[in-house]
């Protein structure tokens, strides 16, 4: 055990595991790639669908249902099944990823706008406030902080589950886990894990940093 992870740290610290296109640099931007992009996506997909049903009360029961039917894909699955109808893209990929980060945006959208106290917009109706003002100027930066909390949870789900994109033969880090197990190569495999695991730590760390500063921001 002592050796792999000597092993490991060699691995890492090399100079020659970092260039090239097979480089820990650029599989790590293809990995930042798929994620951010596909987080995007899905924030653009799920945040008017989640501000929508929680600001009129309509369609909750179907959307929530959707989204937990979403989260309970295959991701492998849904890329193999998309991978065959579409061909050599890079589509499959990014539609399990949306899906797999749909729902939990969706449901702290939801959560977030249904936890605003009924008296607070009643009062922004009492001094004119229409609707899409108390949804925007009221209901939106009072549900942010569990908006914001969706987003980190999507986006550490997504980086997670990247790895996917090796598996129908395209790069990020999940490559060094494919290669390493087609290869019996235990370090690129832990190699590869482990930084699949600080960029989902340094991303979520990120956002939550954000989350403070925009929360200090509205409280101050």
């Known amino acids: 055990m002592y050796e792999l992870f000597a092993n490991l740290g060699t691995w890492l610290t090399s100079a020659e ?77 990014y539609v399990a990823l949306v899906a797999l980060a749909v729902p939990s945006i969706v449901t702290n959208t939801y959560a977030g706008m249904t936890a ?52 129908v033969s395209f790069g990020g880090l999940g490559r060094y886990v494919f290669d390493g197990l087609a290869q019996r190569d235990l370090v690129q495999v832990l190699g590869g894990a482990v930084l699949v695991a600080v960029v989902a730590v340094a991303l979520d760390l990120i956002l939550s940093g954000l989350q403070r500063i925009l929360f200090r921001h509205r409280t101050a």
Do not use: C
């Not at 296109?21 to 945040?47: K, N, V």
């Not at 179907?62 to 492998?76: E, Q």
């Open 17 to 93: 595991q970092w260039q090239g296109p097979d480089g820990i640099g650029h599989r790590l931007a293809e990995h930042l790639q798929y994620s951010l992009l596909a987080t995007l996506i899905a924030t653009a997909i799920a945040l008017p669908i989640g501000l929508l049903i929680g600001h009129t009360g309509r369609g909750a029961f179907l959307a929530i249902n959707l989204s937990s039917f979403g989260r309970a894909l295959p991701t492998v699955g849904l890329v193999v099944l998309v991978f065959l109808a579409s061909g050599l893209s890079m589509t499959p990929v």
């Open 116 to 167: 605003v106290d009924p008296e607070v917009k009643d009062a922004a109706r009492g001094q004119g406030m229409r609707g899409h003002q108390i949804l925007w100027q009221v209901e939106l930066p009072l549900a942010l902080p569990l908006i914001m909390t969706g987003l980190r949870l999507a986006l550490i789900q997504v980086v997670a589950t990247a790895t996917v994109a090796a598996y």
